[in-house]
């Protein structure tokens, strides 16, 4: 298999098994380019990407853009803070403005959930889903399995705990759609108040005790508490919230087990997790970051059909 079964990257949902392990493999390609001492390949030579984030970004905007550099796209940038959105431009008005200018593929963030396949019913150019809301951020989740996949060497059979705000996460929801497809066991666990009302309904087990959620696991997915989308409180005071499911070095040693630490970022040291356990040798975080660029170089060049 060469070839994705999707025109666009809206969500992992819509991957079978097979396309999420042609990116995966594509992406250990990537990475051996990027570690060589000349990182650049024409892959995507005379394709134009945009990237359009209507809401703040820091890893996966420069990871995207520095993977579109990387296979030699000429790559704009759209940041809708500075943009003609704030005069009251929409969505599609904006976009095909951009696609007016001969643009190939569009990578977006958007704070709405739905945004990119409401986009993807009314342009022609291939879109990335780069986080939409409180829905899905497939990118990350590709790459979540990627750094899995390199630090235990498999992920079927792998028991993998999301802690944190689950209800509030498009990276829990695509990551419980990427490892489930790939064979893996997923348990969430947070306050009943952040776990979203279906959470049964999409396969995972369901814990509120971290202690017992880190027992359990070989790999902790430490979540950010997401202030920015939450519009009542969840819990009485984020002092309470560490108390009960932040991860500190005292809890991660008096585990039966050394378990993998992950976690998407922008970090909250000391609330969801330490410092001395974000920095620590159990965690892969920073090679997250590294492998996003080789996973999105992946999913870029396999939209593109250049495979
Ligand atoms: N993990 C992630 O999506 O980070 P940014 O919001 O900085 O892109």
């Known amino acids: 298999m060469t070839n994705l079964s999707t025109k666009h990257l809206l969500g992992i949902k819509d991957l079978t098994a097979d396309d999420i392990n042609l990116i995966l493999n594509t992406a250990e390609n990537f990475k051996e380019v ?5 990182k650049k390949v024409p892959s995507l030579r005379d394709i134009t990407i945009a990237n359009l984030f209507f ?12 993977a579109e550099k990387r296979l030699s796209a000429d790559v704009i940038n759209f940041a809708a803070s500075s943009s003609s959105v704030k005069k009251g431009e929409t969505l599609i008005d904006t976009v095909n403005n951009i696609l ?14 739905g945004a990119a396949v409401f986009l993807s019913k009314h342009i022609d150019a291939k879109i990335v889903n780069a986080g939409d809301g409180a829905h899905e951020h497939p990118t990350q989740a590709l790459l979540d399995a990627f750094s899995i996949k390199e630090k235990l060497g498999s992920i079927k059979g792998k028991k993998i705990a999301i802690i944190g705000d689950i209800l ?14 790939l064979g893996a066991e997923v348990m969430v666990c947070g306050p009943t108040t952040l776990m979203p009302k279906y ?5 995972v087990k369901v814990e509120h005790d971290l202690k017992k959620a880190l027992e359990w696991c070989d790999v902790a997915n430490m979540l950010r508490i997401q202030l920015e989308r939450q519009d009542i409180k969840y819990f009485p005071s984020l002092r309470e919230y560490t108390m009960l499911f932040g991860l500190n070095k005292e809890l991660l040693d008096s585990l039966t087990k050394k378990i993998v630490i992950m976690h998407p970022g922008p970090i909250n040291r000391g609330v969801e997790i330490t410092s001395d356990v974000a920095d620590s040798d159990q965690s892969i975080i920073l090679d997250q970051v ?14 593109a059909g250049r495979a």
């Open 168 to 181: 509030h996460s498009r990276v829990a929801l695509s990551n419980i759609f990427c490892l489930q497809k």
């Open 199 to 203: 959470i049964h309904s999409l396969g």
């Open 55 to 66: 809401e703040n970004s820091t890893r996966t905007k420069l990871s995207f853009e520095l």
């Open 34 to 38: 990027i570690n060589r001492s000349i």
């Open 100 to 113: 007016a200018m001969k643009v190939d593929m569009v990578v977006m963030r958007h704070p709405n959930p």
């Open 290 to 303: 590294e492998n996003g660029v080789a996973v999105r170089m992946a999913v870029l060049f396999l939209l």
